[in-house]
């Protein structure tokens, strides 16, 4: 009996399962670090809706955490330093695997299993483009205010009500949330297979997990921004 072997298909050696193991655990590890920071974000933010003293005095705490133990703004730019690791380290992870992926896959398949894929799963390298082009202009826009109509002599509380008093800008938040919505339900759900935490028994709680985490947290994160383009903050 003869055994035919589709041409495109590789074995794929030791070495290459291996460092794709550790990439897979570089970008959980990583992921959870900026889930982390996701939810403390989003509960600041919804702190807009204390009033314009409150907000100001939160976003200001932050720049003087640890004082007067360290010097101002010390701790805020050790957060963004691991920030700053942890977004490199995820981007390096996902295109490394991405690209050895192709190489272990160099002929497509003439039929696909697009059944099995979900549409967030489809979609995780572009949402991912997407996000990293947001942060971008986000910086640029609340946090340096270069960006931002109130220019940069503004307070903080001035430059959020001042942009999603925009309602393209606001649209651009949406559209950019969604995407984060995606990319969370799809990698809160690979984290947990990649550090051993789901199974088949536990994947339709890991699932629904994973589902309502990454709803509750884009709607959070929505809330503000609708409250101000409607009037009811402002």
Request: aromatic content about 10%; charged content about 15%; proline content about 4%.
């Amino acid at each position: 009996m003869v055994t035919v072997t589709h041409s495109g298909q590789r074995r794929t050696p030791k070495a290459a399962k291996t460092s794709s193991v550790f990439k897979k655990a570089v970008m959980a590890v990583s992921g959870i670090i900026l889930v982390l920071y996701l939810v403390a974000h989003m509960i600041g933010n919804l702190k807009i809706f204390s009033g314009r003293e409150s907000f100001n005095g939160y976003s200001e705490w932050i720049r003087t955490i640890g004082e007067p133990a360290v010097p101002a703004q010390t701790t805020l730019w050790i957060i963004r330093v691991v920030l700053l690791a942890a977004v490199a380290a995820h981007i390096w992870a996902a295109v490394s695997l991405w690209r050895q992926a192709k190489r272990a896959r160099p002929v497509q398949y003439v039929a696909r299993k697009q059944v099995a894929q979900s549409y967030a799963s489809r979609t995780m390298r572009w949402g991912g483009v997407i996000l990293a082009l947001f942060v971008i202009y986000h910086i640029l826009d609340l946090t340096a205010g270069v960006a931002n109509p109130e220019g940069t002599a503004s307070t903080p509380y001035d430059r959020v009500i001042a942009g999603f008093s925009n309602p393209f800008i606001t649209a651009v938040y949406i559209v950019a949330l969604l995407a984060l919505g995606f990319h969370l339900r799809h990698g809160i759900w690979s984290a947990t297979q990649t550090l051993g935490q789901s199974n088949k028994k536990r994947e339709r709680t890991v699932n629904a997990f994973a589902t309502v985490f990454a709803v509750v947290l884009t709607a959070g994160f929505l809330i503000p921004p609708l409250s101000i383009l409607s009037g009811l903050v402002g």
